[in-house]
């Protein structure tokens, strides 16, 4: 089995849309992906409406979470999408996007970079607005070349120059709101040195001592070195190890199955969650 446990969609920053997701999926020869949206479940629908026979799909979203000043996202997987508490939690976060984007975007323009709203509006179309739809941005206006290249002290990076701060969960409540919906967590890419600081190892373990599930090991911004030593980390906390692509489409260089989770993993984080279960395709719509 070939299982890829971190997908986005144009629900939020990825450049497929959900339909499209799951048929590119079938096509990179994946047999189960998992739709992880940044702070949202708006993919889920159009997403089953397409799911292809043989493609099993896991729903998820990504949760933005901030400890000690340091920005984090938690995968959840299989929670029940109309829990209260957790839906009203991430629908602040979703809320907050717009006004932190306006606030970035005038950082911007007081760096000489004639950006605007209407264009960012536009890139990101009906997704959840984030800072990759202003990298992308940048990348129009010829200020970066690539999407990965804004995310640094310069441009959009955490504490960088126009970077703005947005409404973000406490990982510790985020865990607890996930397990109270049925769901599954997963720390996503904890040493993505690349993208900023990261919570170190003594926070993870306080985290898993929390009831944290996993954290992502195999990923594009790890190298080899640092995969070895998290799934180490995770053998000591006992702590489950997944392997994903994070694909956004064309928005960034990861292919769907660049990396991939262990089906034993797999099986035991289905068998953890109560909130929802992989739906297995049965053949559905062709169109866009």
């Known amino acids: 089995m070939r299982i890829d446990l971190h997908a986005h969609s144009t629900a939020s920053d ?35 409406a397409a799911l292809p026979q043989g493609l ?26 109309e829990e ?27 760096l000489g970079v004639d950006v605007t709203w209407e264009q960012v509006a536009r890139i990101a179309g009906e997704g959840s607005v984030g800072r990759p739809h202003i990298a992308t941005a940048l990348v129009e206006l010829g200020v970066v070349p690539t999407v990965s290249d804004a995310f640094t002290p310069d441009w ?11 409404h973000e969960l406490d990982p510790f409540d985020a865990i607890r709101l996930v397990k109270a919906a049925g769901g599954v ?3 996503a890419h904890p040493a993505a040195v690349k993208r900023g600081r990261c919570v170190p190892e003594s926070a993870i373990a306080e985290l898993a001592s929390a009831g944290l599930d996993g954290i ?3 990923h594009m911004d790890h190298d080899g070195d640092t995969r070895g030593r998290l799934r180490a980390l995770a053998g000591e906390l006992g702590l489950l190890t997944t392997g994903s692509s994070d694909y956004h489409g064309s928005r960034k260089t990861c292919r769907l199955g660049e990396y991939t989770t262990d089906p ?3 099986g035991e984080i289905t068998r953890r969650a109560t909130g929802a279960f992989p739906v297995p395709g049965a053949g559905g719509a062709t169109g866009a």
Do not use: Q, W
Not at 56 to 81: K, N, Q, W
Not at 87 to 96: K, S
């Open 185 to 187: 967590t997963v720390f």
């Open 156 to 166: 959009l990076a955490d504490g960088g120059r126009a970077y703005a701060e947005k």
């Open 264 to 266: 034993e993993i797999y």
């Open 56 to 81: 099993t799909l896991v729903t998820g979203m990504e949760l933005s979470c901030r400890l000690d000043g340091i920005g984090m996202h938690l995968l959840a997987y299989l929670f029940d999408p």
């Open 216 to 218: 992502e090991v195999d």
């Open 84 to 110: 209260p508490e957790l839906a009203r939690e991430r629908e602040l976060v979703r809320d907050d996007r717009t006004p932190r984007a306006h606030a970035m975007i005038g950082k911007l323009r007081e």
């Open 14 to 48: 990825g450049t497929d849309t959900p339909a499209e997701l799951v048929r590119n999926a079938a096509a990179a020869g994946l047999d189960v992906v998992a739709l992880t949206d940044h702070d949202t479940v708006g993919g889920y629908a159009e997403a089953l």
